[in-house]
């Protein structure tokens, strides 16, 4: 059973940053500031452009404003029941319960925690 709908189109953390993302800029800052950063404690499968239906409200962790999509990201790493997590390009970050199909949203950027 695949992850994502076929008009779906997942991207690895390489993908994005060959774009020039944040994670992209943020790996590119001097040796010292590289030093400091801790080791990942959970990885995410993304998907551009895809907004996670989290299958009713009741799925639905929380949602809080943030800088970016790593906020976003790291927030679903520490929170302990959350499967999946969307980025609405507005700043505001969803957590999600469950981690179903992702929908097509222009707005947003999504991903489906692997570990």
Request: charged content about 25%.
């Amino acid at each position: 059973m695949a992850l994502y709908a076929s008009y779906m189109t997942p991207i690895s953390v390489l993908d994005v940053q060959e774009e020039g993302s944040e994670v992209a800029r943020r790996s590119l800052k001097s040796g010292e500031e590289s030093s400091k950063r801790q080791q990942k404690k959970c990885f995410f499968q993304h998907f551009t452009s895809s907004w996670m239906d989290a299958g009713g409200d009741i799925n639905d962790l929380m949602n809080q404003q943030v800088a970016n999509v790593d906020e976003c990201e790291q927030l679903c790493c520490e929170h302990s029941e959350c499967q999946s997590f969307t980025f609405w390009r507005g700043h505001t970050c969803f957590l999600r319960a469950t981690s179903r199909t992702p929908r097509p949203n222009g707005e947003s950027f999504s991903g489906i925690r692997l570990i």
